[in-house]
């Protein structure tokens, strides 16, 4: 059988190796450049450094390296995604556009026929039962990666490997220092993955300007101080407003008049909402597991959080309503609200909150 073992240079994708070698396979290391050197602006980036990783773990266990360019692809489909996203005032999701555009998406429909499978360092498992594939969730909770993968088709689930779903995050660590593999004591990654160490802002900046607008709080209609665009702001942020006698909340914006309207304190009731309605609503298995035209009990997340929240889903028209057993915080249009079942133990699919009426 033969597997591209996705690796990045980081730990996660890193042990797999090893443990795709112990279990008697010969995988072909891929790493897939997406940074954007090439573009004007994007300086730091860190693939030099992952490229080393990556060939150096190839040569320790006899594997074959291949590098694979997909930044053309990565700006057109998720470069340019996050932009125009972010440029009508919602909240982007790259990591889970990557994965279904670009990881399952690119890297197969170029290289799809040379790999019976593609191996990643995704928290995450593939459960087969009854002729089906399922898209489930780690062993560990609090690092499972199910929400970034929400997106991603049945095809693209069918041909996939998670190794390291049964591990801790903890075991993974030790694995690696253990083997003396060179991403053992690296931290993990908590930007996003094309920027390398370029800021969010600088980049939006670059791409979008800046425009100065009002900050106001909602409750009472006053102007507290300004912005420099609605585009720097998500529905549920705290921070970076520079406001005084904080906290702070962004709970609406007005892009037409490039208003950002806050609450004060740490639980504003403004802040919170118990339906959010879902475009575009993908099943990751194509007959969904129940009939939505009645509520169903569901759980599911809008950002990746270790926590689930309770509640019901069902079909309206073309969209599906989520309902939450409890008022929930930072419901963030143009982000992903990630369902799930009853259990927390199968990912059912995603959809993209909506924008407010």
């Known amino acids: 059988m033969e597997i591209a073992a996705l690796v990045s240079g980081g730990v996660d994708s890193s042990v797999t190796v090893p443990i795709l070698k112990e279990q008697g396979y010969e995988p072909v290391i891929v790493y897939i450049k997406i940074a954007m050197e ?27 390296f291949e590098l694979v360019d997909l930044q053309k692809e990565y700006w057109e489909r998720v470069v340019d995604y996050t932009i125009s996203t972010v440029r009508k005032g919602l909240t982007p999701n790259p990591d889970v556009m990557c994965n ?49 993968l929400g997106r991603i088709s049945y095809d693209q689930l069918s041909k996939v490997m998670f190794p390291i779903w049964d591990l801790q995050k903890t075991e993974v660590r030790r694995m690696a220092e253990e083997l003396n593999l060179p991403s053992a004591k690296r931290p993990d990654s908590q930007g996003i993955c094309f920027l390398g160490k370029i800021n969010y802002n600088d980049f939006i900046r670059k791409y979008i300007g800046e425009q100065e607008g009002d900050i106001i709080e909602l409750e009472t209609g006053r102007k507290l101080g300004q912005h420099k665009g609605y585009w720097f702001h998500t529905i549920g942020q705290r921070k970076g407003l520079g406001l005084s006698q904080g906290p702070w909340f962004v709970v609406k914006k007005n892009i037409q008049e490039n208003i950002i309207y806050v609450a004060h304190g740490y639980d504003p009731v403004s802040q919170y909402g118990d339906e959010i309605v879902l475009n575009d609503f993908l099943f990751i298995n194509e007959k969904p597991d129940r009939d939505y035209s009645t509520e169903q009990k569901i759980r599911f997340k809008i950002r990746h959080t270790p926590e689930f929240t309770s509640g019901s889903m069902f079909r309206k028209g073309d969209q599906y309503v989520l309902t939450s057993d409890e008022k929930i915080a930072g419901i963030a249009p143009g982000q992903f609200g990630v369902v799930y079942d009853e259990t927390e133990r199968i990912c059912l699919g995603s959809g993209i909150i909506s924008e407010e009426d």
Do not use: N
């Open 100 to 148: 279904r555009l670009i990881k399952f998406g690119s890297f197969e429909d170029k290289f799809g026929k040379d790999f019976d499978k593609i191996s990643t360092g995704h928290y995450a498992r593939v459960l087969e039962a009854d002729g089906q594939y399922y898209l489930a969730t780690a062993t560990d909770r609090r690092k499972d990666q199910t929400y970034f």
């Open 38 to 64: 090439d573009v004007p602006g994007f300086i730091d980036c860190p693939s030099e450094e992952d490229i080393e990783i990556a060939t150096f773990i190839a040569k320790k266990y006899g594997c074959r």
